[in-house]
């Protein structure tokens, strides 16, 4: 057996138990919820729970490509806003809302792409890298707004959020869109194995072949065009432009993503794991409202859950 399916085998076999363990920590907090709260389990709050997971889920998906390189993008949050503000200066200038996507999705594509420009060619590490263009990002978002928020989108694009198909929330349909091609992206393509053998050994990667600067190319530029997406989808959700909109969305998306069972140090994690990673933080994020619990100890929670994710991680990994 060769090094990249010994890698791929081990790395099933540990995300798969770390789902069974975060699925089981959801039905907990399910059951829970539904006993502290008689709305938890009503369609209304079940529906609320999947749009607000719809944003946070493709965001997850496309920060666990990146860690999985051993990489990290702490753009999230600023490029959301910025796809967010563009777009609804567009649309209410006048702009098709079709090319107001498009436009965006391929800003949002391009900082990604210039992310994987500066950590590969400039040898910046990411996180310093991703930094910089959250700040040129946020800065960019204020100076299209001048710090106000934009009104005037069509009421096209609100219904959209609102909107049902099969009984489940559009937004939703769009994040299991988002996980099953990534999902079968990473497990079934050739570019998804180099993502993996990256995150593992990148001086191995490099001799057995990979294109280094390629992949990585390709990791950024896809995530920048998942923030794109989330930006869309969250100026639909709002139905109008915030300028300090996706604020902390990196840290929601980095602990979603560890939740599920990618390591920061690379080399494991899949697109389902991030999808139940979101999922417990939404569920987290939904029971402090209905339990009238203090929203600041949400964040306290949050970065508690990232602080003792990595801890347990580490420790597994010694032991190994």
Do not use: H
């Amino acid at each position: 057996m060769d090094e990249d399916s010994r890698l791929l085998k081990n790395e099933k076999r540990f995300t798969w138990n770390t789902q069974m363990i975060v699925l089981a920590v959801v039905i907990v907090l399910w059951i829970f919820l539904g006993i502290r709260s008689k709305y938890f389990f009503t369609a209304s709050n079940i529906k609320n729970i999947m749009r607000q997971m719809a944003i946070q889920g493709v965001l997850s998906v496309g920060m666990v490509v990146v860690i999985i390189t051993a990489g990290i993008d702490l753009s999230v949050g600023a490029v959301v806003a910025l796809v967010n503000i563009s777009m609804s200066k567009m649309v209410v200038s006048g702009t098709p809302i079709w090319l107001s996507i498009l436009t965006c999705l391929i800003l949002a594509s391009a900082l990604g792409f210039v992310n994987g420009f500066v950590i590969f060619d400039l040898r910046v590490p990411a996180f310093i890298a991703t930094l910089g263009m959250m700040s040129i990002a946020r800065g960019a978002t204020l100076l299209l707004s001048k710090g106000n928020n934009i009104f005037g989108l069509p009421r096209s694009i609100a219904n959209f959020a609102s909107s049902d198909f099969l009984g489940i929330p559009s937004l939703f349909w769009f994040l299991i869109i988002v996980t099953v091609i990534i999902e079968m992206m990473l497990r079934l393509t050739k570019f998804g194995r180099y993502v993996y053998a990256i995150g593992s050994n990148t001086e191995a990667a490099r001799l057995s072949g990979v294109n280094i600067r390629l992949v990585t190319y390709g990791v950024y530029t896809l995530a920048g065009f998942l923030w794109g997406v989330g930006g869309i989808l969250e100026t639909s959700r709002l139905w109008m432009g915030v300028p300090t909109t996706g604020t902390g969305y990196e840290l929601d998306a980095i602990a979603a993503a560890v939740l599920g069972g990618a390591s920061l140090f690379g080399a494991e994690g899949n697109a389902i794991g991030a999808f139940f990673g979101a999922l417990v933080m939404i569920t987290i994020y939904n029971g402090a409202v209905l339990l009238n619990i203090n929203p600041f100890w949400q964040r306290i929670i949050v970065g508690a859950i990232l602080v003792a994710t990595v801890a347990v991680d580490q420790v597994r990994k010694r032991r190994s």
